[in-house]
């Protein structure tokens, strides 16, 4: 009787342990396809990306800096956007804004610290952001939120000379050109772009600035814009004054 219940208890277990064993086996199957997938899905995004490199150059061949590029897509979703810095930063320094030309995505804040000599009054009456900013020097004043796209032209109310340019975007990528007139963006979904540039020193018509590209996924693509005119010898929109009370 005992060798029977033994037996017994032998032939009892043995199902158990296989069931473990299998359902084991399964989890640690199940993990290696889900992490293959996941690396695969990720592999995949990066294989479907591809990078671009904006070039602007005056008449004569020189690098233009500081000129806004943005990329929006034509033919695909954009995706999720790049996350926008939680402060952008415009300063005054040598009675200049620093620096003079700023782009920034939808509803990026901007601080506009004063470390300059001496004190200013800083001040927008432009559709997208009409703002102002009573006399200070320092860090006086809290960031101010750009919620809107266009163009927002900054002037002093005591310095007439100082002209500033805020490029307000909804386009997900975009940024602005190196000293050399370079800009490179990276990782971008393949697909057709419309490239737009925009500086207040570009006296070429605005159509002229535009060009459309194809991103090629795992490849580079290169526009490069030659300007026909001269750059202007100042900075246009210049700041206009409102009927604030000062």
Known sequence: MTHLRSSGRAHCDA????????????????????????TWCGFGAACLAGDLAVG???????G?????????????PAGPAPPAPATAVMDQRNRAFVPRVLVVGVGTSVDFPNNDSVSHQVYSFSPAKRFQLPLYKGAHHPPVTFDRDG???LGCNIHDEMAGYIYVTASPFFGT???????????????????TLWSPLIADPPASLVRVVRVIAQEGVASRVQLARDLRARPEPRPKRGDWEY
């Open 15 to 38: 199902p158990e342990g296989s069931a473990t064993r299998f359902a084991v086996a399964a989890r640690l199957f199940a993990k290696r396809v889900t992490f293959g997938f996941l």
């Open 56 to 62: 602007v150059v005056d008449r004569s061949g020189r």
């Open 64 to 76: 233009v800096a500081d000129v806004i590029v943005t990329v929006t897509p034509t033919d695909h």
């Open 151 to 153: 163009l927002v032209v």
């Open 177 to 195: 050109t190196d000293a050399g007139g370079e800009l490179q963006l990276r990782d971008l979904p393949a697909g057709e772009y419309r490239i």
